[in-house]
């Protein structure tokens, strides 16, 4: 016990030193700290100080953060300090763009002539608690998507994935660099998610894993001043029962398709992540050779995208639509019949926030007549 004491007050009395060394190092227009100067205030100035064009100022901004969190700091720029982990803080909804793409929902919902299912996805603040302190005012997604379900009672079939995942909140069902599901988040959601479109899960054993890579940084480490944590393992499932192949289309001004689930050749393009259907263009078509009719129509945003390779297993074909770059002119053109089901699903974060829910309105199976 006493070495876990005398270790964190050691560290901060060599930060204070070396800070020491480089203010005698940079002159007047470094801050000193002294006995008279709060360590709150001198951080701010410290803060100030390096976002000047100094040398080492990336690194005066590392000591800065290390400095706070021997403070007890663990929020920085919505993003909080996890053991091992970044976990971003969504923040409070746009109360006037949220009952917007409520009212949508519920209005959709009530009208389409194809079964339609909702899904809401937690955000990672929601489920990894046990890494967030326990007084942070966080918006409170397990409410917020029930009231939202009860609301769509006899309108639409919700999909409730927030138990299966909060039973697993120390499992890695998301990234630690990155705001996204990993694989095995994925599966998670696939797993209660088939079920409620009347499918069998497939049973993990059915699936074999590949690592693509051992060191991915994610979008929240390279927005996070803090850079203490090791890097992502980005895997992926690949069925291998019954011979299964697929095709992979997006549907831009230009076609393009893969014959995989996860084109490998994408880690060279582009972000590592995309490895994963080529990554979300908005509009992407999986194809596999399932002899059956099964179709599903996917609206919504690329949280749901880690368990489409799941549900593939399981249909003949899935699009998958973001309405966020369409037109009203373009999402009317899709012909939502031909699938027999319509499933609508949204990260919390996206759906609190932004306008996408709200196109839904322009599909056609949202209005009375064909």
């Known amino acids: 016990m006493l070495k876990k004491k005398i270790l964190p007050e050691f560290m901060l009395a060599l930060i204070l030193g070396t800070i020491g060394c ?7 227009g470094f801050p000193k700290l002294n006995r008279y100067y709060r360590l709150k205030d001198y951080l701010e100035d410290l803060e100030k100080a390096m976002g000047q064009s100094i040398p080492f100022s990336e690194e ?7 400095i706070k969190t021997k403070g007890g700091a663990r929020e920085f720029d919505d993003i909080f ?5 970044l976990v971003e803080d969504i923040g409070y909804p746009n109360e006037e763009q949220m009952n917007k793409n409520i009212s949508t929902l519920l209005k959709f919902s009530e009208n389409s002539r194809i079964p339609t299912y909702v899904m809401l996805l937690p ?4 489920i990894k608690q046990n890494e967030i302190p326990q007084a942070a005012p966080l918006f409170n997604q397990k409410q917020f998507i029930e009231k939202t379900y009860n609301n769509l009672l006899g309108k639409a079939t919700v999909v409730d994935v927030y138990p299966a995942l909060f039973s697993k909140l120390n499992e890695d069902l998301y990234y630690k660099t990155d705001p996204g599901f990993t694989a095995l988040g994925g599966y998670t959601v696939y797993e209660v998610l088939a079920q409620r479109l009347d499918n069998i899960p497939k049973p993990q054993e059915d699936f074999d894993i590949q690592y693509i890579t ?11 001043k803090w850079k203490s944590v090791s890097p992502d393992v980005i895997a992926v499932y ?37 490895v994963l259907l080529g990554g979300n263009t908005g509009d992407i078509t999986i194809r596999s050779n399932l002899k059956n009719e099964n179709t599903l129509l996917i609206i919504g945003d690329d949280s749901i995208l880690p368990a489409v390779p799941f549900l593939a297993a399981h249909y003949s074909q899935i699009r998958f639509i973001d309405p966020t770059e369409m037109s009203s002119q373009e999402l009317a053109q899709i012909d939502c019949f031909s699938y027999q089901r319509l499933l609508i699903s949204y990260s ?22 064909e």
């Open 22 to 28: 480089w203010a005698m190092f940079f002159g007047e």
């Open 60 to 66: 005066l901004s590392d000591l800065a953060v290390q």
């Open 81 to 85: 300090i996890g053991d091992d982990i």
């Open 123 to 126: 955000t990672k603040c929601a």
């Open 214 to 224: 051992h060191d991915y940084y994610g979008e929240t480490y390279q927005k996070s």
């Open 238 to 274: 690949r069925y291998q029962k019954n011979n299964r192949n697929y095709m992979v289309t997006h549907n831009e001004e230009y076609q393009y398709s893969y014959d995989s689930l996860y084109p490998e050749q994408m880690m060279q393009l582009s972000d590592d992540k995309d």
């Open 348 to 369: 919390v974060d996206t759906f609190i926030h932004d306008d996408s829910p709200e196109k839904v309105a322009f599909l056609r199976t949202a209005q009375e007549e």
